[in-house]
């Protein structure tokens, strides 16, 4: 399954060539996870109450086409591998039918201290509809 974000570009998020900064694509993936999970009932705010967090640990851009001022951006994302402590996730963005960036990232679930836990089933069941 896939989850779809849209988020429009901002003024500050421009470098001098009009281009969005490279780091502001990883806020925009950020909130696109953040939304898939909120869409699974995964909440931060849940997350933490159950005791464990989706923690980045590794993270892999390619940045194909600049995203301008006044884009509005499509975020796709998916889980494409759940294992017993971490999960693989992968993001594509694209302004209407043009792929602008991907990334994908390796979140590790640890407990609310750090420390690497097994995924908990009702996660992994949630994480399968994303």
């Known amino acids: 399954m896939q989850h779809t974000t849209t988020i429009r570009v901002r003024f500050y998020e421009l470098d ?32 933490s109450s159950a005791g464990f967090h989706i923690v980045v640990v590794d993270a892999h851009a390619r940045f194909i086409s600049p995203a301008v001022g006044g884009d509005t951006v499509r975020i796709e994302t998916e889980v494409v591998e759940r294992h017993r402590a971490s999960s693989v996730w992968h993001q594509e963005m694209y302004r209407d039918d043009t792929l602008l960036a991907t990334l994908d990232i390796l979140g590790a679930i640890t407990d609310l201290d750090g420390k690497p836990r097994r995924l908990p089933p009702e996660l992994a069941d949630r994480l399968a509809r994303i």
């Open 16 to 47: 001098p060539y009009n281009h969005v900064n490279h780091t502001a694509y990883f806020g925009y993936f950020e909130t696109a996870r953040i939304d898939a999970l909120d869409s699974v009932g995964l909440a931060m705010d849940t997350m």
